[in-house]
C-alpha cells in the first residue's frame, strides 16, 4: 500500500503527556473517542502520575468503552520530558506525531489538509493553526464555560516560512520565543531527532521546550493554517516559574552546542557558521532573561505587597501593549488573522459539548470532600450518610492521609460500590491542613463542603442548602441547624444556627458577625466553590479554620436552612494550645509563641490581600483591630479573677462572665444535665482550672 492510498487517521499517532490529572486526561480519551472513534486513531499516554492516580487512569480505560487504539507508558513522576518522550519513540509507527497537552483540546478538521501538506512538500515539517483559550468557573475538567479568546498574539511567531535555516533562525532571535511547536503536528523524523539528542542532555521543562523550538526552525519549514486547530484551558491559579539567566547561564551553554551540532550535522551548515546563527537565534531568549534578573528585586517587593503586585502587572500590561504597538513586524501580512468568533461557533460548541461530558443532571454538581486519617470507625457510617442523600448529583472525594488501620480497605469497597466515590491516597500523613486543602483543590462541581469522618447528616441536607444556595445568588455558605454532641454521650449538648446573620449585607457587617458570634461547625456547610476559590483556604496556622471562614465572609452572605439535619460529634476534651500547634506545625511549641498575636496577624494579612477596595480594607482592618483590642483586654481580666477568685466562688462566677463575654449567641444549649457543657465548654474556655 503506498503512502498516498493510507487514510490520513492512519498516518498519525496522538502523544498525550499527563501527570496527576486523570480526570482531564480521561476527558481528553473521550473527547477523542467521540470525534474520531469510526476511523481508530493511534495514542500512546506519557503519564508520570503517582500510583494512586496511575490506577484511576487504568481502571477508568479498563472501563471506558472507545474505539482508539491506546497504549499507557507509565514512568516515575521524577522522569523528564525527555526521557518520556525517548521511551515512546520506539513505539512511533506512523510518519507524524501530534503531541498533546492532558488538558488541551484539539479540533480535527484541520488534520487532513495538514497531512495532505507535510505529504506534498517535504519542506515543511510542523503545521499548527489558529489557538483558543478558554476558562471555565474552576480548573477543572467539567464545568461552565465562562470566558475564550484567542491566544494573543495570533500568529505567535514570524520565522516559520522562511526558505533556509538561516532566514528563519535570524527572524526567531528577533522574536518572543514560543513553544506553540509543542502543540503542533510534526514529522516523526524531526521529533526522533529532537528528542534523541534532548535524551542526552537529560532535558526537561523550559530546556525541552525552547530545544524544541529551536530544532524545529531549523530543521524544517513551519505553516500555519487557516483553521482553529486548538483550544488551551486557563489555569489562573498555576503559578509560571520565572527563569534567571545567573543560573540558566550553564544549561544554556551547553544547549547552544548541541543545537550547532544539530545544525551543522543536519543543514551541512560549517561549524563556525553554525555557532554564530545559534547565538543569533538564542538572542532574544537571553535577553528575556537577563531582563528577569533586572526586575528580581522589584519582583521580590511586590510579591510581598499587594497594591505594588497590582501595579507592576498593570505596568507590564501597558509596556506590552506599547511594544506591540511599535513592532513593524505586527500584524505579518504571512499569516492568516484571527477570525471572528462567538459563542455560536462550532468550536465553541465543542469545547461546551467536551467540557460538559459528566453533566448528565440538570442540577448543579456537589463535591464532597471527606479528609480522614486512621477513621475506621466512624468512616462506613459517613459515607453511607452522604451517599444517602437525595441530591442526584454528587461526586466524593475521600483523601487518606496515610492511614496506618482499615481506613483503606474500607475506602476501596466504596469506590467500587459506587462510581460517584473517588479515593486518593498519601502514603505519609502530611498534616490535616494539607489534607482539606487536597480534597478541595480536586473538587470540579459547583458547590462544596468538607465532612469528617464520624460526621451524620439527614439525607436532604445536600438538596436543603443547595435550593438555599440557588435561591441566594450572593450567598457564599450555607449551613443548617446543627445538633452537638459529646462522643460516647447520647443526648445533644446543643445546637448551633446562624440566626445572627440574618439580613446582614455587605461585607463589613458580615465580617464583624463573624469574628463575634461564628459557630465553629459552620467550616462543614456548603460553600459556593467560585467564591470559595477566591480565599488562600486553609494555611499552617493555629486555628485557620476560623481565618478561612473569616476571610469568606467578606466575599459572600452566610445563609441557613433552618432545622436540624447536621449531627456533630465533638471530642470529650478540647486540645490544648501545646497539641494544635504540635498538629498544625509539626513541632513543639516555643516558649515564646503568643497564639492570638498568630492569628490576629492571620487575619490581617488575609484582608490585605482581599480582592475588595482599598476602603473596605481599613474598615475590615477597623473591625479586627477593635474586636481583638477587647479579646486582648477580657484575657487579661479573666487571668486576674482567676488567680485572685477564692476557690469556692470560681465556678459561680466564672458562669457569669461567660454568659456575659463569651458565649455565642448561635449557641442554644439544650442538654437537661447542665454540668456537661460547663465541663466542656465553660471550663476549657475559662482556663481557670487544670
Not at 459517613?382 to 492511614?403: H, K, R, T, V
Request: proline content about 4%; aromatic content about 12%; some cysteine.
Amino acid at each position: 500500500m503506498t503512502n498516498d492510498s493510507i487514510p490520513y487517521w492512519e498516518k498519525i499517532t496522538i502523544l498525550i503527556h499527563t501527570k496527576n490529572r486523570p480526570w482531564f486526561l480521561l476527558r481528553l480519551i473521550k473527547y477523542y473517542n467521540e470525534k474520531l472513534g469510526s476511523v481508530g486513531i493511534n495514542v500512546i499516554i506519557l503519564d508520570c502520575s503517582d500510583d494512586e492516580n496511575f490506577l484511576i487512569i487504568t481502571k477508568e480505560l479498563h472501563r471506558l468503552k472507545h474505539s482508539l487504539r491506546i497504549q499507557v507508558l507509565h514512568h516515575s513522576p521524577s522522569s523528564s520530558f525527555s526521557y518520556r518522550m525517548a521511551e515512546a519513540l520506539p513505539l512511533l509507527s506512523t510518519p507524524y506525531v501530534l503531541l498533546a497537552a492532558d488538558d488541551d483540546i484539539y479540533f480535527f478538521d484541520w488534520l487532513k489538509p495538514g497531512v495532505d501538506l507535510l505529504d506534498c512538500d517535504s519542506s515543511f515539517g510542523i503545521v499548527y493553526g489558529h489557538t483558543l483559550r478558554f476558562e471555565l468557573e474552576h480548573y477543572t475538567p467539567y464545568g461552565k464555560l465562562v470566558r475564550f479568546d484567542f491566544s494573543q498574539p495570533n500568529p505567535p511567531a514570524r520565522w516559520l516560512e522562511g526558505h533556509t535555516p538561516l532566514e528563519r533562525l535570524t527572524e526567531l532571535g528577533r522574536s518572543d520565543w514560543t513553544t506553540m511547536g509543542w502543540y503542533a503536528l510534526q514529522r516523526t523524523e524531526i521529533f526522533s531527532i529532537i528528542v534523541n539528542n534532548a535524551k542526552e542532555l537529560s532535558l526537561d521543562g523550559y530546556h525541552f521546550e525552547i530545544f524544541l523550538v529551536f530544532c524545529q526552525t531549523a530543521l524544517s519549514k513551519t505553516r500555519m493554517l487557516d483553521y482553529i486547530y486548538l483550544a488551551r484551558q486557563i489555569n489562573n491559579d498555576e503559578k509560571r516559574p520565572i527563569y534567571s539567566f545567573k543560573a540558566e547561564r550553564g544549561s544554556l551553554k551547553k544547549l547552544m552546542d548541541v543545537s550547532a551540532f544539530i545544525l551543522s550535522q543536519h543543514k551541512n551548515i560549517e561549524m563556525k557558521l553554525a555557532i554564530s546563527m545559534v547565538e543569533d537565534a538564542f538572542r532574544a531568549e537571553i535577553y528575556a532573561l537577563k531582563k528577569n534578573d533586572s526586575r528580581k528585586y522589584l519582583r521580590v517587593i511586590a510579591d510581598y505587597v499587594p497594591y505594588l503586585r497590582e501595579l507592576k502587572s498593570r505596568f507590564y500590561c501597558l509596556m506590552r501593549r506599547k511594544r506591540s504597538g511599535l513592532d513593524q513586524f505586527l500584524p505579518d501580512k504571512r499569516f492568516p488573522s484571527s477570525p471572528e468568533i462567538g459563542s455560536d461557533h462550532p468550536r465553541i460548541k465543542d469545547i461546551i459539548n467536551a467540557t460538559s461530558y459528566f453533566q448528565i443532571s440538570t442540577t448543579p454538581l456537589v463535591s464532597i470532600g471527606v479528609p480522614v486519617f486512621n477513621g475506621e470507625k466512624g468512616l462506613s457510617s459517613a459515607l453511607d450518610s452522604l451517599l444517602g442523600q437525595d441530591y442526584p448529583n454528587l461526586e466524593i472525594i475521600i483523601s487518606d492521609n496515610g492511614s496506618t488501620d482499615a481506613t483503606p480497605e474500607i475506602c476501596r469497597k466504596y469506590v467500587h460500590k459506587d462510581l460517584r466515590v473517588r479515593y486518593y491516597r498519601s502514603e505519609e500523613n502530611r498534616g490535616a491542613i494539607w489534607n482539606f486543602n487536597r480534597v478541595a483543590e480536586l473538587a470540579s462541581g459547583k458547590y462544596f463542603m468538607w465532612t469528617a469522618h464520624d460526621d451524620l447528616r439527614e439525607s436532604s441536607f445536600v438538596s436543603a442548602c443547595v435550593d438555599k444556595m440557588e435561591q441566594n445568588p450572593k450567598a457564599a455558605l450555607c449551613q443548617s441547624h446543627v445538633a452537638m454532641f459529646i462522643e460516647k454521650k447520647p443526648e445533644v449538648l446543643s445546637i448551633t444556627h446562624l440566626d445572627s446573620f440574618d439580613g446582614l449585607t455587605g461585607g463589613v457587617a458580615q465580617y464583624r458577625e463573624t469574628l463575634k458570634h461564628c459557630p465553629a461547625t459552620i467550616v462543614y456547610g456548603l460553600y459556593r466553590m467560585s467564591v470559595m476559590r477566591k480565599t488562600q483556604m486553609f494555611k499552617k496556622s493555629i486555628a485557620t479554620d476560623i481565618a478561612f471562614i473569616l476571610e469568606l465572609s467578606i466575599y459572600g452572605e452566610f445563609v441557613q436552612v433552618p432545622r436540624v439535619l447536621f449531627n456533630y460529634i465533638i471530642r470529650e476534651k478540647w486540645n490544648t494550645i501545646q497539641q494544635d500547634y504540635k498538629a498544625v506545625l509539626g513541632k513543639k511549641k516555643l516558649w515564646w509563641y503568643l497564639p492570638f498575636v498568630a492569628l490576629f496577624y492571620n487575619h490581617w494579612q488575609r484582608v490585605a490581600c482581599a480582592s475588595v477596595p482599598f476602603s473596605i480594607k481599613l474598615r475590615l482592618w477597623g473591625v479586627l483591630l477593635k474586636y481583638e483590642t477587647g479579646q486582648v483586654a477580657l484575657k487579661v481580666l479573666l487571668k486576674v479573677v482567676g488567680l485572685f477568685c477564692p476557690e469556692k466562688w470560681k465556678e459561680k462566677l466564672g458562669c457569669k462572665i461567660y454568659w456575659r463575654w463569651k458565649h455565642n449567641h448561635n449557641m442554644e444549649v439544650v442538654s437537661s444535665e447542665s454540668h456537661l457543657y460547663f465541663e466542656r465548654v465553660i471550663k476549657p474556655v475559662l482556663g481557670w482550672w487544670k
